[in-house]
């Protein structure tokens, strides 16, 4: 409902109509010669309109008729300036007559007040109130109510009065509302009450401190193990359980002072408190009356819905230390996570640049890195061979393993805030909530912060983030093991070498092969020498110190075993050749063996038959026959697979 109506930024007094008139005059008939012209008042002599509703009251004389004629009047409403009505001269005078007589009766006492007396005459109006005396020639007077007539007429003035009514009872019902409103509010709010406001505060001012503690010690600029990682874990969780063994002794303490000085307070109010309070200094035992008995249950019941509020303070802040701590951990995953981008792994070798020198120690580059501390990766992982046989490479720990040591250290650390002390079931305040369990029944078991963080949709999006993150980092990781596929072919080749290599695959091999066999392992040994012993990839740094002291070796190790075969290779094939020498020096010595009947070596060649009957005898088997003892049968050869 619209109860104001803006009143226009003018008054048309030549379109304005006039005001309703009061029940003490009828309206009078509107004279055309008084009507405004140009948005002007136009005065007159002639009967006014003022003076027109005049006449038409019982006792009107004309004062134009006699010019010393007058009349007195008297205003109706103090509210409403123009409302007059025509009173008799002995009214008048009887009302100046009583104050006399109340002034000379009373002498001590202020004279009452009484209303002003208007005189009108054909010249104008006279007030006369006490010593004020004024006069108002009857063209301005008529003006003047012309104007107020006009200005009543808007719809502003005009219902002033009801809304002026209305916004009086709506303020009065508001008051009201306020006053009843401050009234429960100081009797049952606790901050507003003198003995709990205290208690609350200091509640609250432990609990915010309380809330600051953390679960989980992370250091952003140290990399740690997982094991090294879960160890800080676990002695962060003791030191955790200590202060919060101090936290609830101190809410109890603050607790029970407050409820004890609060119920000794309300006695003594009451008109109880100071002979309980002598009976108690004296230690005496006396019985209480029934009426003490009610007003103690009455505010029992009050303290215990405190307790129960402290309850609350104090579940609220385990609930945010839980939260905020996982907050924080995976805000650290965050930042290490965007401490290398995908690009950049993407690019990553597992070697060192050739071209690469060591740093200056006195350059200031250096120096300001040294000694301003940078965040670093999270955690620790180690790449191994798991099975130097089939060049097996894995991450230790691998990503199930991980999972599942954050998930435990996680849920282990909760443990320590998902039973906070109950304050309500606590027996130093027992005797506070007997009056309420015996209204309502006995207490519950209370709230399960661990349901409530389970079911909580924030705490499970940071966990699902927490995982998502690890499975990404992982990706990192094995992105960045693709990389060492040649370095493991290299060795596995090398492992081969040494398995199966034997002295004899060596004996026929020429001075070049094993020259650049030799030349091979020697360019391996400088390859594998550059293997980074650790390498960033955001949230996870890996540590390949136990892979490289595996596979750094083996160039060094085929080298040594080509260094051990190449002496007693040559010895073998010295002897070999001293051999056949004093094999053919012997031969060369000796006489030459009889040779066979020409008749019998005619009958080898020029008999076709015989040297069929006895296979492919020819001459040429003839003379193979006669250096059969003299030359040695030729040994298969055995190629060695050179390394790449």
């Not at 874990?233 to 030191?239: E, G, S, T």
């Not at 039973?419 to 207490?443: C, M, S, W």
């Not at 409530?452 to 992982?474: G, P, S, V």
Request: with cysteine; hydrophobic share 35%; charged share 25%.
């Amino acid at each position: 409902m619209r109860l104001l109506t803006p009143p226009p930024p003018y008054i048309d007094l030549t379109t304005a109509t006039p005001a309703t008139p009061t029940p003490h005059l009828p309206s009078p008939t509107t004279n055309a010669s008084t009507l405004p012209t140009n948005g002007r008042i136009a005065t007159s002599t002639s009967t006014t309109a003022f003076i027109s509703r005049l006449q038409s009251l019982p006792n009107y004389t004309d004062i134009f008729a006699n010019p010393a004629s007058f009349l007195y009047l008297k205003r109706v409403s103090l509210d409403v300036a123009y409302d007059f009505t025509i009173v008799a001269p002995s009214v008048i005078h009887q009302e100046r007559d009583d104050a006399k007589e109340f002034a000379k009766l009373n002498p001590s006492l202020p004279t009452p007040p009484t209303q002003p007396i208007y005189t009108l005459s054909s010249h104008g109006l006279t007030l006369s109130h006490g010593d004020l005396v004024e006069f108002t020639p009857l063209p301005e007077f008529e003006r003047e109510y012309r104007i107020y007539q006009l200005i009543t007429s808007q719809p502003f003035f005009r219902q002033y009065h009801m809304w002026k009514g209305f916004i009086q009872w709506k303020n009065s019902v508001a008051t009201k509302r306020i006053a009843r409103a401050s009234h429960v509010l100081q009797d049952s709010l606790f901050i507003l009450h003198p003995d709990l406001r205290r208690a609350i505060l200091k509640l609250r001012r432990l609990c915010y401190e309380l809330s600051l503690l953390r679960l989980h010690a992370i250091d952003s600029t140290a990399t740690l193990t997982m094991e090294e990682f879960v160890g800080q874990q676990v002695r962060q969780k003791a030191r955790l359980q200590e202060l919060l063994v101090k936290f609830a002794e101190k809410t109890v303490d603050i607790v029970r002072d407050t409820c004890d000085e609060s119920l000794r307070h309300f006695l003594q109010r009451s008109g109880f408190g100071e002979n309980g309070q002598q009976e108690r200094e004296e230690g005496e035992v006396t019985e209480i009356t029934f009426t003490e008995r009610a007003a103690m249950r009455t505010f029992c019941r009050k303290l215990a819905k405190f307790i129960r509020l402290a309850d609350f303070f104090v579940c609220d802040s385990f609930i945010k230390i839980a939260v905020h701590s996982t907050h924080d951990l995976l805000n650290h995953m965050i930042r290490g996570q965007g401490l290398v981008t995908d690009d950049v792994v993407e690019d990553l070798k597992p070697l060192t640049d050739v071209d690469a020198s060591p740093p200056d120690p006195t350059s200031p580059a250096l120096l300001h890195e040294l000694t301003t501390k940078r965040s670093v990766p999270l955690f620790e992982i180690e790449l191994m061979v798991t099975n130097a046989n089939y060049g097996r490479l894995e991450f230790s720990p691998n990503e199930m393993l991980l999972k599942t040591r954050l998930e435990n250290m996680l849920f282990d650390s909760l443990n320590v805030v998902s039973q906070p002390v109950r304050l309500l079931t606590h027996a130093t305040f027992k005797y506070y909530v007997e009056p309420t369990i015996d209204e309502n029944g006995p207490i519950g078991e209370g709230v399960e912060l661990e349901s409530m963080l389970m079911e909580d949709e924030f705490f499970q999006d940071m966990l699902e983030q927490i995982n998502e993150l690890t499975e990404n980092a992982y990706d990192r990781a094995n992105k960045y093991l693709e990389s060492f596929e040649e370095l493991m072919d290299m060795f596995m080749e090398n492992q081969e070498f040494l398995r199966e290599s034997r002295l004899e695959d060596f004996m026929e091999e020429s001075l070049e092969d094993l020259r650049k066999l030799l030349e091979t392992f020697r360019n391996q040994e400088t390859i594998f020498k550059r293997i980074k012993t650790e390498q960033e990839l955001g949230m996870l740094t890996i540590n390949t110190a136990k892979l490289d002291e595996i596979i750094r070796p083996s160039p060094g190790a085929c080298v040594k075993f080509l260094h051990l075969m190449m002496p007693e290779m040559y010895t073998n094939k010295n002897e070999s050749l001293f051999g056949r020498l004093a094999t053919c020096n012997e031969q060369v010595s000796n006489s030459p063996p009889p040779l066979a009947p020409p008749p019998l070596l005619f009958t080898h060649v020029h008999n076709p038959g015989l040297g069929q009957s006895h296979g492919s005898c020819g001459v040429h088997a003839a003379h193979a026959a006669l250096q059969q003892d003299v030359r040695r049968p030729p040994r298969p050869r055995r190629r060695v697979r050179l390394p790449p």
